[in-house]
């Protein structure tokens, strides 16, 4: 149940449905976290809408309850899921000065209306606490089992795709308008603020060009000379049989490249590394080999983190998991102090809702950085905050922080997802998702691998968008 003796803030009470108490908990948590609170006086009613109102004011602010309260047989069921027929909501008369839009992303529940307001009472049609929800235990992805070719939730499949959801901090934008709720219930209320980040990374899935063993590297010799038809590329290649190469390596040149200009524009960078390779696609990469090591240590040397890889094949499987993990443990524990985080993403964004955070938290993995669409960038769990993960099976907390990904270079690029091949309209995107972060003081978690680093178009494009904006951007 609900510890109705949390230590309020200030005068706030808010009233809950007696269903499902410890998925409330969970949302309530994730608003007294948010708010740098904590708790609430929290209240039980049997009336499906939430009440929030304070001991200092006559008004009452009421939300629809719809989702969290459904009946028990219709939980998790393919039916129970919103259509994702989005509609916006006018505050404009309402929260005029504190939301920068004045119109909220709405699809839950349907057919929602407006803002009424009778005998201080205002009620917004809006399920809050069920959008929030949803959102952020991927409740969609239990329910709907589609998977692409290669077992991932895509973009494609998910409602969020209706109107394009999945381009709005939904779940971020409903926290402030909560927030102004609150500060119109109790002005003096002290609210947690916090400032807006780049959180950049970079899946090390080809530290070197010059890789391999003697059977790869004929194979590139063969293309060199047939494929490429590069006298260069090939002389270059027969020599790597005979010398190290790390000085015209330019795989690795790209690595040093992001470390340097991370370094100037003032972000801690994350770097992760497959530790073992059990699939083609994990491109024989090991932690063990001592140039990895070497280039780990260049990496925290220059005050940025590492974080573990796991391959391809570990998204659900028990054993692949434990043994990448304890082998990235080794090195790790080697360069950083234990007290360190251990930050995970995904090889391929391979990524099940309900096995791979499970895996994840039982071998000690701090923070997941996984949650974003392989073949959109967006706002898969509806924030660019990072937050616990929730299963809404057994309602209980995962044991593991989700620090979402928004961008992914290669959705953009890549003729499979996006496939566009012009830079400005990248960077008009980019800019684009990165104010909307800004906008609801959030991370613009940005991923980009080394080896899409080589080229000095994309190089530019880059540092165009990890230096931080001069000002806060406004949401459009
Ligand atoms: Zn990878």
Redesign the pocket.
């Not at 993403?345 to 964004?349: D, E, F, G, S, W």
């Given at each position: 149940m609900f510890n109705e003796n949390l230590r309020g803030i200030g005068s706030i009470w808010i009233e809950c449905p007696i269903e499902r108490p410890d998925s409330f908990s969970y949302v309530l948590g994730i608003i007294a976290d948010r708010f740098g609170v904590s708790g609430f006086s929290v209240r039980s009613a049997s009336r499906n809408v939430i009440r929030i109102g304070s001991t200092l004011s006559e008004s009452v602010y009421e939300f629809p309850c719809e989702f969290l309260t459904m009946p028990q047989a219709q939980w998790l069921s393919f039916g129970s899921l919103p259509r994702g027929h989005l509609e916006f909501l006018d505050c404009s008369k309402e929260f005029p000065i504190f939301l920068q839009s004045n119109s909220l992303p709405v699809f839950m529940p349907e057919g929602h209306g407006e803002i009424l307001i009778s005998n201080n009472c205002i009620h917004i049609p809006v399920d809050i606490f069920g959008t929030i929800y949803f959102m952020l235990t991927r409740y969609e992805e239990y329910v709907n089992l589609a998977r692409d070719s290669m077992g991932r939730f895509s973009m494609k499949s998910s409602i969020l795709r209706d109107k394009e959801i999945y381009s709005y901090p939904i779940v971020d934008l409903y926290l402030i308008l909560l927030e102004n709720i609150f500060l119109k219930l109790a002005p003096d209320i002290s609210i947690k603020k916090r400032l807006p980040k780049i959180d950049v990374s970079c899946?090390?899935?080809h530290p070197f060009f010059y890789a391999g063993g003697i059977k790869t590297r004929i194979k590139r010799l063969i293309g060199d000379i047939f494929k490429r038809r590069s006298l260069r590329a090939a002389a270059l290649t027969s020599l790597s049989f005979f010398k190290n190469m790390d000085d015209i390596d330019c795989y690795l040149k790209a690595l040093k490249f992001i470390i340097e200009v991370n370094c100037q524009a003032g972000n801690s960078a994350t770097f992760?590394f497959?530790p073992i390779s059990n699939h083609k696609n994990d491109n024989n990469n090991s932690v063990s080999d001592s140039r990895i090591y070497k280039l780990m240590k260049l990496i925290t040397d220059g005050g940025h983190k590492v974080g573990v890889?796991p391959g391809f094949l570990t998204f659900m499987n028990d054993f692949l998991m434990r043994e990448a993990i304890d082998a990235f443990k080794k090195p790790f524990f080697k360069l950083s102090s234990s007290k360190n985080y251990i930050y995970s993403?995904?090889?391929?964004?391979m990524w099940e809702v309900s096995k791979t955070p499970k895996l994840l938290a039982k071998n000690n993995v701090d923070i997941d950085c996984s949650l974003g669409f392989n073949d959109h960038p967006g706002f898969r769990a509806g924030t660019c905050h990072q937050f616990p993960l929730f299963d809404p099976r057994t309602e209980s907390l995962i044991g593991i922080i989700e620090s979402p990904l928004i961008v992914m270079e290669w959705s953009l690029f890549s003729p499979n997802y996006m496939g566009i091949d012009d830079l400005d309209i990248a960077k008009k995107i980019l800019i684009e998702l990165k104010e909307k972060c800004f906008s609801v003081d959030g991370s613009f978690s940005i991923l980009w691998?080394n080896n899409h680093l080589v080229d000095s178009n994309y190089k530019k494009l880059y540092e165009d968008i990890i230096f931080p904006f001069d000002e806060k951007a406004k949401f459009k």
């Open positions: 899946d090390v899935d992760f497959i890889h993403r995904q090889h391929y964004l691998h």
